[in-house]
């Protein structure tokens, strides 16, 4: 079984709220990923847990707060965002980081992102 | 650094046509190779992979080989279906560059019944 679930599917929110996005996996990887896709692009890297512990933060502004809370589990928190940051945001997961040796990422369906 | 660069799209075939898809890479070490589908509204889903030079990646009747002397790894299906219909991402990931997937800019493909 590969399946990284996220929740909610979709989401609308005004720039001054504050919402959280969901990701899970039980595959025992120990590696995730949140990605940010603008419609017709490739997924841009934004955040990797590597053990739980944050290892890559690709200069996403602070408005985006990732979280790992156990290995199985990882969320995006997110406030004050812009209408800009409207997009699709993909967890990903992989069996270990990328930087021991080349591993497969596995992608959730993504939460599609509305900022009014 | 790193690169993937994929044919441009969009692509339009109809049911049953040859697909070719190409895709060539500049790394600076050994990459492993993937090819990911995005179907409308959905996340991507790894179509295939491979890991090593004159490997070839086979599913759902998509093949792809990993061709070390082109610096090439293209996608290829003998017969393609209506349910073909969906964006498709040549991606490689390398030791040096970390955790890091590099996409391609994706291709769209549309089949006609």
């Known amino acids: 079984d590969t399946e990284v679930t996220q929740t909610p599917k979709h989401l609308v929110m005004g720039m001054t709220n504050k919402k959280s996005l969901k990701c899970e996996q039980h595959m025992g990887h120990r590696a995730m990923y949140w990605y940010k896709q603008k419609a017709k692009k490739p997924p841009e890297l934004m955040f990797v847990?590597?053990?739980?512990?944050?290892?890559i933060n690709e200069s996403v502004p602070s408005r985006f707060s990732p979280e790992c809370p156990n290995s199985s589990l990882l969320n995006l928190h997110l406030h004050a965002l812009q209408p800009e940051d409207s997009a699709l945001y993909l967890c990903a997961s992989s069996l270990w980081p990328s930087g021991t040796y080349q591993e497969t990422q596995y992608f959730g369906p993504g939460t599609r992102l509305l900022v009014l | 650094g790193n690169s993937v660069t994929q044919m441009e799209g969009p692509v339009t075939l109809s049911e049953e046509a040859f697909l070719t898809i190409n895709c060539t890479y500049t790394a600076t070490g050994y990459p492993s190779l993937f090819w990911y589908v995005q179907y409308p509204g959905e996340g991507l889903q790894l179509l295939l992979k491979?890991?090593?030079?004159?490997d070839k990646g086979s599913n759902k009747g998509f093949e792809a080989t990993y061709r070390k002397e082109t610096t090439s790894f293209h996608l290829e299906k003998g017969s393609v279906q209506v349910s073909d219909s969906a964006v498709y991402f040549c991606a490689l990931s390398e030791r040096t560059s970390g955790s890091r997937l590099t996409f391609g800019e994706g291709t769209q493909l549309t089949v006609n019944p």
């Open positions: 847990y590597s053990y739980e512990k944050l290892s």
């Open positions: 491979a890991t090593k030079a004159d």
